[in-house]
C-alpha cells in the first residue's frame, strides 16, 4: 500500500515512545509487515509543495501550547493502514489543532477525527486481528505530551517514508505595559 504527499504527526516520547515502538517493531516482524515511527497523525496526505507544507506547519505551530494525548485501548478495521490501532481520546485541544490543521492546509470536506496510534500495517483477517488483541491485551493506557508536531514525507511504500522536520509548539505571551 502506497501513501501520498506529506503527513503531521503527533509522537510519543520517553516511555511510552519505547513501549509502542518495540510493539510495533514485534508485530512487523511477527506478521511481515512495515516497520513504522509511533504517532497520531493529525493530517496525512498534503499535496503542496514542502516549501509550503512546511510554512503552514509553522503556522499551526505558532501559538500552539503543549497538550496531553490519552491512548485507550486497541481496535481494528479492514483499512490498511488502521488494520490495528489504539484510540485516542478525542480532547478539545487536539480536535481544535485537528480544526486548524485542517483550515491552514485548506482541506476540503473535513473528515471526522478519528485519532489513534497504528500498531500494525496490513490487510489480515479479523481473526488474526482478534488473536493479536486477546494476546497483547485491549487496554493500552497510556498519556504522553504532546509539544511538537512532525513533518514526515510519507509518499510511497511505508519503508520509505521519513522525517523532513519537526516544528515545536509555540505560546503567546501577553505582555502587559505598565504606564
Keep these: 500500500m502506497q501513501a501520498k504527499g506529506y ?3 503527533l ?3 520517553g516511555e511510552a515512545y519505547d513501549k509502542f515502538s518495540n510493539l510495533i517493531k514485534r508485530l512487523a516482524k511477527e506478521y511481515n509487515a512495515p516497520i513504522f515511527e509511533p504517532h497520531v497523525t493529525l493530517i496525512g496526505e498534503a499535496m503542496q509543495s514542502e516549501e509550503d507544507v512546511i510554512r503552514r506547519a509553522e503556522k499551526l505551530v505558532s501559538g500552539q501550547e503543549s497538550f496531553p494525548i490519552t491512548l485507550r485501548t486497541i481496535d481494528c478495521q479492514d483499512y490498511y493502514f488502521r488494520t490495528l490501532f ?7 485541544p487536539l480536535q481544535e489543532l485537528y480544526d486548524q490543521a485542517c483550515e491552514i492546509f ?3 470536506d473535513v473528515p471526522d477525527y478519528m485519532p489513534h496510534l497504528s500498531l500494525l500495517y496490513g490487510n489480515f483477517p479479523q481473526k488474526v ?5 486477546e494476546e497483547i491485551g485491549r ?3 497510556t498519556q504522553f505530551t504532546v509539544d511538537r508536531i512532525h513533518l514526515f514525507k ?4 511505508v519503508e520509505s517514508w521519513h522525517k523532513v522536520r519537526k516544528f515545536i509548539f509555540t505560546r503567546r505571551l501577553l505582555v ?3 504606564i
Design 7 to 9: 503527513s503531521l504527526w
Design 11 to 13: 509522537m510519543p516520547t
Design 86 to 92: 489504539v484510540k485516542a481520546d478525542k480532547t478539545e
Design 106 to 108: 485548506e482541506i476540503q
Design 129 to 133: 486481528k482478534k488473536q493479536i488483541i
Design 139 to 141: 487496554d493500552q493506557s
Design 154 to 157: 510519507t509518499d510511497g511504500e
Design 176 to 178: 502587559r505595559l505598565t
